[in-house]
């Protein structure tokens, strides 16, 4: 069955610092996409990034960079001198069967602290 | 760019009434999908639509149904609505089967008193 674990469950860190937020995925396929959201205290779900498991090349946005590790099953995603504004929830996710409705991991919430 | 709108942005409804969420999805997309995420959970997919036909479905409670209609706007009908109902029902939408990615919109807020 497909499952993402992300297993920290709450992270506090003070302003410009580094963070990375884990997600360690199962799936039997062998063709999938990994997604990250971030959910901001106001509710919406913001898309950051799509990922599929043929691109093993990580990817670098600004100050967000994602690291996709297939051996590992492993989705973790960095943010660069992190700013208050980044304090949200952040989900990893991927689709329950291929093509079909993401299933989410449980969230690592974020909390930047100036 | 159009995005995924969902009506009403909150509601507020009383144990055993029925509630009605509407999601218009982005021109073009074809499949809608809802989600039902509670107070510190993350997203639970409920049910989704492709073409106006029922795809997939997940923990769609009994007491909820659904359908998408023919100009690809999709509704979630809630009866006999419980305390445990109170949630944030997010709609996303995408073309296809979501391999060019999922597009959510900004939910609605359902509170059960």
């Known amino acids: 069955a497909q499952k993402v674990t992300q297993a920290q469950t709450e992270i506090s860190v003070v302003e410009k610092e580094d963070v990375t937020l884990d997600c360690v995925y199962e799936t039997r396929d062998t063709t999938y996409y990994l997604f990250w959201y971030k959910q901001p205290p106001s509710g919406e779900l913001v898309f950051l990034i799509r990922r599929n498991s043929f691109d093993e090349q990580n990817e670098i946005s600004g100050r967000y960079s994602w690291n996709f590790q297939k051996s590992t099953s492993s989705f973790n995603f960095t943010i660069t001198a992190s700013q208050v504004v980044d304090s949200a929830v952040y989900f990893c996710a991927l689709p329950h069967r291929l093509g079909y409705a993401l299933n989410f991991g449980k969230g690592t919430s974020l909390l930047v602290t100036p | 760019a159009a995005g995924v709108i969902q009506s009403p942005r909150h509601l507020i409804k009383e144990k055993r009434e029925t509630a009605t969420l509407k999601c218009y999805p982005i021109p073009r997309h074809d499949t809608v999908y809802w989600y039902q995420q509670g107070p510190g959970q993350d997203p639970q997919f409920l049910i989704s639509f492709y073409e106006k036909m029922q795809s997939d479905k997940g923990s769609i409670p009994d007491r909820f149904s659904a359908q998408q209609f023919s100009d690809y706007h999709s509704e979630l009908n809630m009866s006999s609505l419980e305390l445990g109902d109170s949630a944030l029902y997010f709609c996303?939408?995408?073309?296809?089967?979501?391999?060019?990615?999922?597009?959510f919109g900004s939910g609605t807020r359902l509170t059960v008193v």
């Open positions: 996303a939408s995408s073309i296809g089967t979501g391999d060019y990615g999922y597009t």
